[in-house]
């Protein structure tokens, strides 16, 4: 007997409206459901938008604050080598004096009271031994050169090197009058090539018993490492640095253009392993991500660049979802990050 007939139309009506109604029902729930869903995908991404815009804002402002601080420590050294210099010399006229007075009424020979005070101030050293004190003569001869013991007692107006003669004569026209000063010139090194100079910071004073002109000086190279070297020692040891993932780390860079040795790890308390270490642009993360080709890149283009990857927290072994911001310091060509 069919199923369809004038006995079964009311079944079928109403078995028609239920399904009708649980398809509208399923239909208008679904959209809601996808509508939802889709809201809450864009608000979930205007919330990560905005969280990762703070991120980023605060990582660029701390990273430059650091940069401020490297910058006013590099300044105020510079300031304190300075006073540093002309104390150390201050220090060595006064031993000078010292043995002048102390002597010129018991000694009639002058020449044995200079060889005092000569082999007095040369046995000083400082700056880890680099440092060392000089006397040159009114007639311009060296009386005390601890670099070259064998221009002591040279004139040096006989010379030929010229560079050798114009400083001498500008050393003494500042010791003249007003009777000390700075000077900054290029002067070769120990040990090095004499054909090579370098920038040099140099105080001389006046020692009129003698006629004498007493000095030391520092070449801006080694002022400048000893800087650097005091920042990033105590970069490394700021044990609160260690204990937060946010820790700055700095690279001093090679290369820009990256490569196998692109770079030297200074700076990175979460790493000591790799202090002192040359690093590669094609290091992955734990993802496989050559996350330092990425950030090279961003320096290259814009000086600056934001970079997420995956590395090992601070003090764990644990891997994490990382964003760092790296800007470039081109004062020392260093990387600094956080």
Known sequence: MPFINEENIGKISFISSIVIIVLLTSTLGFVFIQNTYGKFQKDYQLVEIDYMTDQKDQLRSEVNKQIKRINARRQIDEVDIKVDIKKRVYEAHAIARNLYLKNSENISSSEEIKSYIREALRAIRFNNGKGYFFIWSGKGVPVL????????????????????????????????????????????????????????????????????????????????????????????????????PGYIFIYKVHDINGGDDFATMLVNPNRPDLLGKKISDNYKDAKGKMFRREM???????????????????????MGKKLSYFKYYPEWDWIVAK
């Not at 009129?208 to 801006?220: K, M, N």
């Not at 320096?299 to 997420?308: K, P, S, Y």
């Open 296 to 318: 090279i890149q961003g320096i290259r283009d814009n000086g600056e660049a934001f970079v997420t990857y995956h590395y090992k927290k601070p003090g764990t072994e644990e």
């Open 145 to 244: 050169y601890p670099p070259n013991t064998d221009w002591e007692g040279k004139n040096i107006y006989i010379n030929p090197e010229k560079y050798k003669i114009d400083l001498f004569n500008k050393i003494f026209s500042i010791t003249k009058d007003p009777g000390e000063g700075f000077l900054n010139y290029s002067w070769h090194k120990p040990g090095v090539n004499e054909q090579e100079r370098f920038d040099k910071i140099t105080f001389v004073k006046y020692f009129e018993p003698y006629d004498w002109v007493i000095g030391s000086g520092d070449y801006l190279d080694n002022m400048k490492e000893r800087i650097k070297d005091s920042i990033i020692y105590q970069l490394n040891q700021n044990d609160d640095e260690l204990k937060s």
